[in-house]
């Protein structure tokens, strides 16, 4: 993945970090992720994958929000 792709990535972890619970979990989540996927497009379907797999609430709120924060990233600002 291009430097130009990873600062995104993690410009938008950044912004979502003050509405994530568990930030541990999904910063080490986001690092494997990094390292398995071509861009933040994959990531994003990956995201989306574990997020359906995984039985804790808590970090499915943590990927939805994270998820949020990034679907924003690509719109541009209604201001």
């Known amino acids: 993945m291009t430097k130009e792709r ?4 993690w410009r ?7 509405h994530i619970s568990n930030l541990w ?4 989540l ?3 992720l ?6 933040v497009e ?3 379907k990956k995201l989306e994958q574990v997020r359906e797999e995984i039985d804790d609430i808590t970090k499915r709120t943590d990927i939805s ?13 209604p201001f």
């Open 42 to 44: 994959s990531i994003s």
């Open 65 to 77: 929000i994270f998820l949020n924060y990034l679907s924003r990233r690509g719109k541009p600002s």
């Open 34 to 39: 990094e390292a398995e996927a071509q861009d």
């Open 6 to 9: 990873l600062e995104v990535l």
């Open 12 to 18: 938008v972890f950044e912004e979502a970090a003050p």
């Open 25 to 28: 979990w999904m910063r080490k």
């Open 30 to 32: 986001l690092v494997q």
